[in-house]
């Protein structure tokens, strides 16, 4: 203790009003009196004014609030001016700038609602090299809409929506968990259906017109789960701590934030039907940690290939089947035996040796833009900008790819388990949800996975090639999200068969034709304005004033 206190303190010059410099001075500056439990040893904090030399740190507390162009102008001011000391921004609550801005401003620390533990641990983490982030809910910089008097429909619509919402989310409680009782789990069951029915027809008497085509109005309500608590407080915020500013240092952070969205159980709110959903809340927690983990040691195993380019993507593309097949084992457990068939078999292994683990996801987007970052930390590009891998947006990007990763490999090891617990009854206790131990409700599910998987290569996956999106899974807190990702994929489209190949081209000859129908359509109905109000028009006016002079005649004779 006594050579740590030898060595000198971290100077650190800070911007804030007199009122704030003096608390955050109290907070950051040791204390002689009583030693800090946390091991914080404190730091020199001095104004602009009583500076000397250069600092090893620039904290800026933002009183008064400042235009987004100002506050980028400024902070790069900052790093030009005391250059090569980093910049941490204090922001203060429910602040007003929007999340997109922020992530891009220059700052190597960004804290909102700072402590004093959490302002001692970030500027720690930026003093030795790292990065922090920790901002709270995303918002829209837009002007607030002024007020639009509601319609009696649009009444008729909250009113009904708010009523309907507020019963279901109750019949959604009594169900969490399921009554013992067959007759009033039936009767909630049904009364569920019946609510969601209603909420279906009152959006289609009452809603927009973009509601007829299947669009929905606000997500329905679920039923609470304990994983909701923390991150609806917040409201989704972000929060990104890189210890290292180097590969290693990107991939522990990727690593810690995915194995707690992993760990709490996500749900799935994709939009659409996963294999994942069939596995045991427990189950699918341990296949993406299992998952995770592989890819630790895949990645480990490829750094000490020393591979790049398609030297490093062919590696990678050998590698997955062992990879999927260890993630297995890890979930289903190496020890376990279940009987089948009169005796006792392993789980695992008859597991691996009925799966087939070899099919390539054609959806994947190209393994080389996340393991090159992850690597070598080589910068990667993002919406039209090359960054560099330790930037919040880059790390954003980095944990989709990741997480997109995940949840397709875990989805095709989920589809094989189903496939093996439909020909070992005895294996659906152990591995999937309570519901599909029943034949028919098991086959169900595989048959809507089926038909889904059909339909998405026929025709979902075409459209998606030639609008050049691809679909991505993102694994975030307590939930399991879909996002589009904008990219080019004409070689893709020119590999499509034939039934593909067709999709494509009714979309193309729908661009072509689309603007000459509407220009027909719109001729059609200018000539028919004319034709109603100057021919027709005329006519009946013409009608009418005989009709009226033929009567005024009358009265004149009477």
Known sequence: MGRRSAQPLPLLLLFAEPLQQAGLTSWLEPDASSG????????????????????????WCLGVLPEP???????????ERWHPAP????????QPYASDFLLQLPAQGLIEGADANSLREAISTVLAGGRVLAINAARQAVAPSPAVPMGLGQWLLLSGLQQIDAELRLCLRLLDPAPVQLLPLLLLEGRVRELRLARRLLLWLWGPLSLAWGEPMGPEPTAPTPADGQDSARGHGVAITLRQRTAEGLWEALRDRLTQAAAAGPRNNSGQLLALDGLHDSRRSDLLLGLLEQFDRLRRRLLQADAAGDQLELLWKEMQPELRQQALRHMAGSYVQLPMAGKLCPVAETLLHRSEFATDDQELPDPLAMLTPLLQAHPLLVD??????????????LELLL????????????????????????????LLRPELLATR??????????????????????????????????????????VDLTEPRDAELRQLGWVQQAVTLALEARDALGPQLQSFLKRLGDLLVVLLTQVLGKAIGLVGRGIVQGMGRSLNRN
């Open 87 to 94: 910049l941490l921004l204090l922001l203060p609550d429910h």
């Open 384 to 397: 039209g900008r090359l960054l560099a891998p330790d930037e919040p947006q880059a790390v954003l990007y």
């Open 69 to 79: 162009q100002a506050l980028d102008a400024e902070s790069r001011r900052l790093l």
């Open 403 to 430: 997480s997109n990763w995940l949840v397709r490999s875990a989805e095709l090891i989920s589809a094989e388990v189903l496939a093996a617990c439909a020909e070992w009854p005895e294996l659906r206790r152990y």
């Open 441 to 482: 409700n098991l086959e169900r599910l595989r048959n809507q996975l089926n038909a889904q998987q059909r339909w998405t290569s026929w025709f979902d996956r075409p459209i998606h090639v030639y609008e050049s999106r691809r679909p991505l899974f993102r694994l975030g807190a307590g939930a399991i999200n879909c």
């Open 36 to 59: 800090d439990p946390s091991g914080w040893v404190g730091c020199k904090v001095v104004g602009s004014d009583e500076l000397q030399g250069s600092p090893q740190l620039i904290v």
